[in-house]
């Protein structure tokens, strides 16, 4: 079942309910008030494929040979400096 945030507009307090889609809430949870209203919420779409040209392990790859070169130009600054 979706869960659905609803919001009374007397007390201003939010609350999550569960229940099918063509149901709603009754009232609120605190004062009881019939003044509610549903929150649209977000939602992801998981069926769209990415576009991701790059392999899993590439980002790290790069970093390794980056911190290779910072290391290399470290060691050269230390050498000019002895």
């Not at 869960?3 to 569960?18: G, S």
């Not at 209203?37 to 991701?52: A, E, T």
Request: charged letters at 35%; aromatic letters at 4%.
């Amino acid at each position: 079942m979706p869960i659905y945030v609803y919001q009374c507009l007397d007390c201003l307090i939010e609350w999550k309910e569960n229940h099918g889609m063509t149901e709603e809430a009754e009232g609120c949870t605190r004062c009881d008030s019939q003044k509610i209203h549903r929150i649209p919420s977000n939602f992801v779409n998981l069926s769209k494929k990415l576009n991701i040209k790059r392999k899993v392990g590439d980002l790290t790859n790069e970093l390794i040979e980056e911190s290779k070169e910072d290391l290399q130009s470290q060691k050269k600054e230390l050498n000019q400096k002895r």
